[in-house]
């Protein structure tokens, strides 16, 4: 491993990273004076030795699904016999969850060396990266440590100056393009589908799950060796809902795979379950057998993501963090669980338009809801969600402001009745605290 010395303790080298300027906690007019630029995580992977160019990559983009996609491509590769590296974002609970081999999280004392050699190469570069600039080098260091046979890594924001976007990515993955983080990627589908095609590099094959025709064009242009289209080339043939999640059958132009087990809430993560098949199997070169396609899937989790962490009440937590989230959030509880009470518990970040938002949410069919506030500089004043849920048509008496989110959950619990339920939702911060406070692991 680069660098050389005796390694920071771990609080000491978490310390030292959460004092570089973390785009995705300050407020967004912080963020606006960074420019957008690549040159800060090249310099830092030059000094390095360029550890990206020794593994062969999956790079994912898209509005939502990201992480879900990331998880189960994992998931395949490494049923498939593959030393995997994978690099998400964000952490729900500990920065470790980030960079995970074979899909263990890093331990506490390789993430602390790693920290402590960017240290090191920090002081050589002109100007000061970002936290998750350091973290991408970290992931990248320890992919090349540890001799990855493919790494699955997931962008941060956008695309085109993503960190990330220091790796040339063997195949590239877009998810889907919605409206989402506007005041960066701009205010159109069209604008925020061109940030995203950045990371197609010339010879690479495009796994693109977004099916609009409108923006088809945008993506061709960024010439790839081979582009493969769901609901053309791959996707999926029939689903229907199971216990504790969904059977699938998926197709891809080298093979059909019948009555696949999804331990997954929501259709939208059986158009992942698809872009993830593609996207191994592109990456292999070759159709993955029905076994090992059934193996991977069945072990797949994806944390904070209509994830079940409770019974009487249900409770479920979901990181809907947009509109397109939360819509499929609702139309998962409507098609997978029991019609009943909901207490609806919310946490918004300021980027957000809240009345879009608890619309999307279904805030108005909710027999109670409790208004939070995100563990986020970035977090939007409970009250004006609360002021918007009434803007809405909810009475007055449905809503309550509870500040914190271990308050917030605690007020659900009391208030929902056994046979009830209780959706935790509105950001991945809300989320990951919930998830602290009911003691997932």
């Given amino acids: 491993m680069t660098g050389s010395g005796a390694s920071m303790r771990t609080g000491d080298a978490l310390a030292w990273l959460d004092s570089h300027v973390n785009l995705e906690v300050n407020a967004a007019s912080e ?20 550890p990206q160019l020794e593994f062969p990559t999956v790079h994912l983009t898209g509005t939502n699904g990201k992480t879900s996609v990331a998880r189960m491509t994992t998931s395949l590769l490494v049923e498939s016999g593959l030393s995997v590296g994978a690099y998400t974002s964000p952490h729900l609970e500990r920065v470790n969850e980030r960079m995970a081999w074979n899909g263990e999280p890093i331990d506490d004392d390789t993430l602390a060396h790693l920290l402590t050699t960017l240290a090191t190469v920090e002081e050589h570069i002109e100007e000061r990266p970002t936290f998750f600039e350091l973290l991408t080098a970290a992931a990248l260091e320890w992919f090349a440590d540890i001799a990855v046979e493919a790494a699955v890594v997931e962008v941060g924001l956008g695309g085109r100056w993503d960190a ?28 925020i589908a061109a940030e995203k095609a950045g990371i197609v590099k010339p010879g690479s094959v495009l796994v693109l799950g977004e099916t609009d025709p409108a923006l088809a064009d945008i993506f061709d242009a960024r010439v790839a060796g081979r582009v493969v289209r769901r609901g053309s080339d791959f996707g999926v043939g029939s689903q229907r809902v199971a216990l504790g999640g969904r059977v699938v059958d998926l197709f891809t132009p080298a093979a059909t795979y019948t009555d696949v087990f999804l331990p997954l809430h929501g259709a939208h993560q059986v158009d992942n379950a698809a ?8 990456f292999v070169g070759a159709p993955l057998s029905p076994d090992l396609v059934a193996t991977a899937f069945a072990a797949v989790r994806s944390p904070g993501r209509l994830e079940v962490v409770g019974h009487q009440p249900l ?6 963090h947009n509109v397109a989230g939360g819509v499929a959030l609702c139309r998962a509880l409507a098609e997978e669980f029991a019609d009943s009470p909901r207490t609806l518990v ?20 909710a027999a109670r809801v409790i208004c939070c506030r995100p563990p986020s500089p970035r977090a939007l004043d409970p009250a004006q969600v609360a002021g918007a ?21 605690a007020r659900a619990l009391a208030v929902t009745a056994p046979d009830e339920q209780v959706v935790v939702t509105g950001s991945l911060y809300v989320v990951g605290a919930a998830r602290r406070v009911l003691s997932i692991r």
């Fill in 315 to 320: 409770v479920l937590l979901d990181g809907a």
């Fill in 346 to 365: 919310a946490g918004l970040l300021r980027e957000k338009e809240p009345h879009e938002m608890l619309e999307a949410l279904g805030v108005r069919q």
């Fill in 389 to 409: 849920a009434r803007d809405l048509g909810v009475d007055a008496e449905r809503i309550e402001v509870v500040d914190g989110v271990e308050d917030a959950v």
């Fill in 275 to 282: 872009i993830a098949l593609m996207a191994a199997e592109a």
């Fill in 31 to 50: 963020r606006r004076v960074m420019t957008p630029t690549l040159d800060r995580i090249e310099a830092l992977t030059q000094l390095l030795g360029s």
């Fill in 164 to 191: 990330t976007n220091v790796v040339s990515g063997d195949v590239a993955v877009v998810t889907n393009v919605s409206i989402d983080h506007v005041e960066y990627l701009g205010p159109t589908r069209e604008q």
